[in-house]
T-cell receptor, first 117, second 111 residues
Framework: DAGVIQSPRHEVTEMGQEVTLRCKPISGHDYLFWYRQTMMRGLELLIYFNNNVPIDDSGMPEDRFSAKMPNASFSTLKIQPSEPRDSAVYFC???????????????FGEGSRLTVL | DAKTTQPNSMESNEEEPVHLPCNHSTISGTDYIHWYRQLPSQGPEYVIHGLTSNVNNRMASLAIAEDRKSSTLILHRATLRDAAVYYCILRVPTGANNLFFGTGTRLTVIP
């Protein structure tokens, strides 16, 4: 298996522009997570899905952020409009077992580094 | 929210064992203890997890205190490739933000 695949690996955009980050989870995994990592705040969970349904989006910072999972093999995280403080590395992860059993390991992608000027 | 406390950084000589501590005094009876590590410019990767008993796998060993308020990740022979940030995480049974990543321990391996 190719692992969790994220695109783009790097994105540089200007404030106010729309940004779309993409993720392909490992085939057969039924949980998908979006994380954001910054030096100041570390690794934060934004949202997670189970069987394509958003279960908990309490970590999404504000209405400018939205995430979708139209099918089992694809998810997007959209920021509109983007702001400089959104600059971070965004990770997608998938898992075979998720809450509440909590014994399954997460497989992370390599991340998408976003810079908003 | 159950939290963990780890030293910010540690050093080890290559080929020597490394013991990475983690305190989780507010752990509940059903929380699993997970360890992940993050190599430079990569996403975190799973290392090991346990509930009550000590655990071993090909990457490391996990020693869990009898009261479960602390645990130790053991790398038996540190290599340069083990230089990474190591996160100790509690997976709570229910609720939001299922995986709380703290600041982790940055391990430096000295050749």
């Amino acid at each position: 298996d190719a692992g969790v695949i994220q695109s783009p690996r790097h994105e540089v955009t200007e404030m106010g522009q729309e940004v779309t980050l993409r993720c392909k989870p490992i085939s057969g995994h039924d949980y998908l997570f979006w994380y954001r990592q910054t030096m100041m705040r570390g690794l934060e969970l934004l949202i997670y899905f189970n069987n394509n349904v958003p279960i908990d989006d309490s970590g999404m910072p504000e209405d400018r952020f939205s995430a979708k999972m139209p099918n089992a093999s694809f998810s997007t995280l959209k920021i509109q409009p983007s702001e400089p403080r959104d600059s971070a590395v965004y990770f997608c992860a998938s898992s075979l077992v998720g809450p509440p059993a909590n014994t399954g390991e997460l497989f992370f992608g390599e991340g998408s580094r976003l810079t908003v000027l | 929210d159950a939290k963990t406390t780890q030293p910010n950084s540690m050093e080890s000589n290559e080929e020597e064992p490394v013991h990475l501590p983690c305190n989780h005094s507010t752990i509940s009876g059903t929380d699993y203890i997970h360890w992940y590590r993050q190599l430079p410019s990569q996403g975190p990767e799973y290392v090991i997890h346990g509930l009550t008993s000590n655990v071993n796998n090909r990457m490391a060993s996990l020693a869990i205190a009898e009261d479960r308020k602390s645990s130790t990740l053991i790398l038996h022979r540190a290599t340069l490739r083990d230089a990474a940030v190591y996160y100790c995480i509690l997976r709570v049974p229910t609720g939001a933000n299922n995986l709380f990543f703290g600041t982790g321990t940055r391990l430096t391996v000295i050749p």
